[in-house]
């Protein structure tokens, strides 16, 4: 298990929602999986999920009580991100808050960075996968 705390973080209030959701699957020993995938507006969406799982190639940080993994192909355009937990109006949800990203569409969901196309033509409309 690699431990670089420079590769990708977790806020404490992230970190908290994070284990209360492994908890509410009843997955304690489970990580959670960030991940960049093609589409959105913006040319790439992040990806969160509940993972038993790790992958040859994987990048795992254990920060507030709480593991965070990273395929190997979402690294380069994760590094030095934090997740975050945001409340706004229409509830509460985890962002990313990416130094990679050059823009991003109104939502936060997702982003292009400098000189990436979108791929494979993808994207057009806001958060559409």
Not at 35 to 47: D, L, N, T, V
Not at 107 to 126: I, L, Q, W, Y
Request: with cysteine; aromatic share 6%.
């Amino acid at each position: 298990m690699v431990q670089e705390q420079t590769v990708l973080s977790i806020t404490p209030l992230a970190a908290e929602r994070a284990r209360e959701i492994l908890n509410r699957y009843n997955k304690p020993n489970a990580a959670i999986r960030v991940f960049i995938k093609s589409g959105g507006c913006s040319g790439y969406q992040y990806g969160m999920a509940v993972d038993e799982r790790e992958l040859e190639g994987d990048t795992t940080v254990e920060m507030h009580g709480v593991r965070l993994v990273v395929d190997r192909m979402s690294l380069p355009l994760l590094a030095g991100s934090e997740v975050d937990w945001v409340e706004n109006l229409m509830g509460g949800g985890f962002s990313v808050n990416n130094p990679q990203a050059t823009s991003s569409c109104g939502c936060g969901h997702s982003f292009r960075t400098d000189g990436a196309k979108v791929p494979n033509g993808e994207g057009g409309s806001c958060c559409s996968s």
